[in-house]
């Protein structure tokens, strides 16, 4: 899987990275969210665009924030 090759390349540099994993995204004002790391079972299989923005500009403000890990959004 290309993904899956892109991930492990990824993981295995020095990069400072964040892998947003999504399950289906859906419109919506809600911006509450979970996050379940890698290897942890998914809470929900839907996100909102809103949740999404959130945690992005969260990690931009802290880019410290979930660095060099790879997370699950999953709505409320």
């Known amino acids: 899987m290309p993904n899956t090759k892109a991930v492990n ?18 419109d919506g004002d809600e911006d509450d969210y979970v996050i379940t790391h890698n290897g ?18 969260e990690i931009i403000e802290n880019p410290e924030l979930h660095s060099r890990q790879n997370i699950r959004l999953h709505a409320i």
């Open 9 to 26: 390349i990824l993981e295995g540099s020095e990069l400072d990275y964040t892998i947003f994993r999504l399950g289906f995204l859906r």
């Open 40 to 57: 942890e079972t998914p809470k929900g299989y839907y996100t909102t665009f809103q949740s999404v923005l959130k945690i992005a500009l």
